[in-house]
C-alpha cells in the first residue's frame, strides 16, 4: 500500500455503498482473487465521470466487468462502453455480469490482445481507462493518443505498482526489473509528451490522469490572436487600468 493505511480506511469509511449489482460482483470477484478496481479508485473514477460526461469509454483490462459496470452506472445516457480483455477464464464471467447487470446494450467486450485491438478500433474515445498489463502501458500509449480527441481523458491505473516504481532498480526485485524500467519511461512519457497534461496521484496504487490538449497555434503571433479572441487581452487592459487607480 503506497498511502497510509489508516488515510485509506478512513476515507474508505465514507464511502457510500454501490449499487446492489455492483456489491455482488465486487464480493464476488474479491472471493475469487480477481484484480479490480479499490474503493478510493472507485469513487476518484466516478467523480472523473461526472466532470467529463464521455459519449464512449475505452477500458483496457476489462477482468470480470466491475470498473466498466461501475462506468456505466455514472456515465451520461446514451454513453458507449468498449472493453478489452485476453484472459479466456474472464470473459465468459464478464459478459454474465453484463448481463446480469443488463447492460449488455451499452458494453461492448472485445476478446484479445490489447495491442492487436486497439489498433482496429477508429474511435474517437473521449475517456480511456488504461488498467490491463502495467508493462504494456508505455506500448499501448501510442494507439491511445491517436484514439483520443483533443479535451479527451486518459486514466492510467496502478503506475506506483505497490511502490516499487519509486525505487531503483536494484532494489526491485530481478523479474520485476523490466517492468519497473517501462512503468518509469510510460510516466515520464506522460509527463513530457507535449500533446498531454497529466497528473500523478498517489491514490490507491497509483493514478495517472492525463488529458490530451488542444493542437492550436502555437507560435506568439497566434497566441495573441487567441488572447484577443478569448476577450484575456480586454481583461489585462482593464485590469491594468485598475492597478492605475482607474475602476471600471
Ligand atoms: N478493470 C478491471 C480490472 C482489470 S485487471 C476492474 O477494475 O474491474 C487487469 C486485466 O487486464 C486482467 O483481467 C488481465 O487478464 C487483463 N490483461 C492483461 N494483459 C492484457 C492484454 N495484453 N490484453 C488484454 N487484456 C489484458
Ligand atoms: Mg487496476
Redesign the pocket.
Known amino acids: 500500500m503506497i498511502v497510509d493505511e489508516r488515510i485509506v480506511t478512513f476515507i474508505n469509511s465514507l464511502d457510500t455503498k454501490n449499487s446492489e449489482i455492483l456489491e455482488t460482483i465486487e464480493s464476488e470477484a474479491l472471493a475469487a482473487s480477481v484484480?479490480?478496481?479499490r474503493r478510493e479508485m472507485q469513487s476518484f473514477l466516478k467523480t472523473l465521470l461526472m466532470i467529463k460526461k464521455p459519449m464512449r469509454i475505452l477500458?483496457?483490462?476489462?477482468?470480470?466487468?466491475?470498473?466498466a459496470l461501475l462506468m456505466s452506472e455514472c456515465a451520461p445516457e446514451g454513453c458507449r462502453i468498449t472493453t478489452?480483455?485476453?484472459?479466456d477464464k474472464?470473459i465468459p464471467i464478464a459478459r454474465e455480469n453484463f448481463r446480469r447487470a443488463g447492460r449488455e446494450e451499452q458494453i461492448t467486450l472485445i476478446e484479445?490482445?490489447?495491442?492487436e485491438v486497439m489498433k482496429t478500433l477508429e474511435g474517437p474515445y473521449d475517456f480511456i481507462f488504461m488498467?490491463?498489463?502495467k508493462g504494456?502501458y508505455i506500448h499501448y500509449l501510442p494507439e491511445a493518443l491517436r484514439l483520443l480527441p483533443e479535451g479527451g481523458v486518459l486514466v492510467s491505473d496502478n503506475v506506483m505498482q505497490d511502490g516499487d516504481v519509486i525505487e531503483s532498480r536494484f532494489a526491485v526485485e530481478r523479474r520485476n526489473r523490466t517492468i519497473h524500467a517501462r512503468m518509469r519511461e510510460y510516466l515520464y512519457e506522460l509527463k513530457h509528451n507535449d500533446a498531454l497534461v497529466t497528473s500523478i496521484i498517489p491514490l490507491g496504487d497509483g493514478v495517472a490522469v492525463s488529458v490530451k490538449r488542444d493542437s492550436g497555434p502555437t507560435d506568439s503571433v497566434a497566441a495573441d490572436v487567441n488572447l484577443a479572441e478569448c476577450g484575456a487581452a480586454e481583461e489585462i487592459k482593464r485590469q491594468e487600468g485598475t492597478e492605475n487607480g482607474k475602476t471600471s
Open positions: 484484480p479490480i478496481i477500458e483496457v483490462g476489462t477482468a470480470v466487468g466491475f470498473s478489452i480483455e485476453n484472459y474472464r484479445g490482445d490489447a495491442a488498467d490491463a498489463a504494456q
